[in-house]
Each structure stands twice: as structure tokens, then as C-alpha cells.
């Protein structure tokens, strides 16, 4: 989130998922002193497939520097497309081909030697 002026306070809850599944919660936000940015970080989970999207956005107390309250609501998305896919891969099938025409005589011998 952006403000465009120094904040401070507590962050607000942050609600998201990603397509259908469930919806994950995150309250460890970050404002730095004298910033204009609260910070979330979320590491993607099993589950997460498809567009993410914020659902809620709410709580908290941020004011910028001199007190005044931050007005916070829950935009539209604002062009930044982020998907998940957590599915594992799956190997449907596999094609083995014949060698090469070339081929391994064993030899005969002392020294029991190939020829290619």
C-alpha cells in the first residue's frame, strides 16, 4: 500500500486467496519509520492455484505523521496480475525409442576386448 505521506500506526488486517480456494489472513504488516508503504509479506501454500485476489482489507490505525487518520480502502485491482499454481506436475506417459543402429560385440579373448 501507498500513502503519499509518511505514516505511522498499526496495519490494517490484509484478507486474500488465490481463484477458489481458501481465503488466508494476514496481520503482519509493516510500516517503517517515516514511510510511505505498509509492507505484507505472504508466502504462497499448498492450495494457492489461480489469480489472487483481496477480499478484505480492514482494522488497523495508520495516520500520517502529524496525526491525520489515513483514509484505507479496497481498490479494484490496479493492473498487477498474480497467479499460484502449487499443483505438482504429473507425468501422463513416456515414449522410449529404439537405439541407434550401432551396437557392442563382446569380444573374445585374453584381453576379452569390444569392438563398436
Same mark, same amino acid.
Given at each position: 500500500?501507498?500513502?503519499?505521506?509518511?505514516?505511522?500506526?498499526?496495519?490494517?488486517?490484509?484478507?486474500?486467496?488465490?481463484?477458489?480456494?481458501?481465503?488466508?489472513?494476514?496481520?503482519?504488516?509493516?510500516?517503517?519509520?517515516?514511510?510511505?508503504?505498509?509492507?505484507?509479506?505472504?508466502?504462497?501454500?499448498?492450495?494457492?492455484?489461480?489469480?489472487?485476489?483481496?477480499?478484505?482489507?480492514?482494522?488497523?490505525?495508520?495516520?500520517?505523521?502529524?496525526?491525520?487518520?489515513?483514509?484505507?480502502?479496497?481498490? %479494484?485491482?490496479?493492473?498487477?496480475?498474480?497467479?499460484?499454481?502449487?499443483?505438482? %506436475?504429473?507425468?501422463?506417459?513416456?515414449?522410449?525409442?529404439?537405439?541407434?543402429?550401432?551396437?557392442?560385440?563382446?569380444?573374445?579373448?585374453?584381453?576379452?576386448?569390444?569392438?563398436?
Amino acid at each position: 500500500m501507498n500513502f503519499n505521506k509518511g505514516i505511522k500506526g498499526t496495519v490494517p488486517t490484509l484478507k486474500l486467496k488465490f481463484g477458489a480456494g481458501p481465503e488466508r489472513t494476514i496481520t503482519s504488516g509493516y510500516v517503517y519509520s517515516n514511510d510511505r508503504y505498509i509492507r505484507y509479506s505472504y508466502r504462497i501454500q499448498e492450495g494457492d492455484n489461480g489469480l489472487l485476489i483481496i477480499t478484505d482489507l480492514s482494522g488497523g490505525a495508520i495516520t500520517s505523521l502529524t496525526g491525520n487518520e489515513a483514509i484505507i480502502s479496497l481498490l %479494484p485491482n490496479s493492473g498487477n496480475i498474480i497467479t499460484a499454481d502449487t499443483i505438482p %506436475p504429473t507425468l501422463n506417459s513416456i515414449k522410449v525409442t529404439a537405439p541407434a543402429a550401432r551396437y557392442i560385440q563382446s569380444g573374445s579373448g585374453d584381453n576379452n576386448s569390444s569392438t563398436i
